[in-house]
Nanobody
Framework: QVQLVESGGGLVQPGGSLRLSCAASRSIFRINMGWYRQVPGKQRELVASITSGGSTKYTDMVKGRFTISRNNAKNAVFLQMNSLTPADTAVYYC???????????????WGQGTQVTVSS
């Protein structure tokens, strides 16, 4: 099965920046990718997505502050987070969705999550 591993989380002050990385164990060519976040007691929410063709979408809460990107040669997806606020504190998860015929099993795949804490 495909494994996704996030890294880059940590503690940062309000107004600061972090860059999250997601490394996949298989090729992400033709795979749609996304970043989600979740806080205790809340539903996981989509933060940003990027299609296999490079089209991006963002939730209004992060638009203009976050940037999602991908490097297919490295099987990696990134989330550059700028102007962070305490409301951005959450566990961030990497998501991959494979259409039929790309990975062996189509559907959603998830990383283990990386903690982002924005605090003074």
């Amino acid at each position: 099965q495909v494994q996704l591993v996030e890294s880059g989380g940590g503690l940062v002050q309000p107004g600061g920046s972090l860059r999250l990385s997601c490394a996949a164990s298989r090729s992400i060519f033709r795979i749609n990718m996304g970043w989600y976040r979740q806080v205790p007691g809340k539903q996981r929410e989509l933060v940003a997505s990027i299609t296999s063709g490079g089209s991006t979408k963002y939730t209004d809460m992060v638009k203009g502050r976050f940037t999602i990107s991908r490097n297919n040669a490295k099987n990696a997806v990134f989330l550059q987070m700028n102007s962070l606020t305490p409301a951005d504190t959450a566990v961030y998860y990497c998501n991959a969705n494979s259409p039929p015929g790309v990975w062996a099993a189509p559907g959603d795949y998830w990383g283990q999550g990386t903690q982002v804490t924005v605090s003074s």
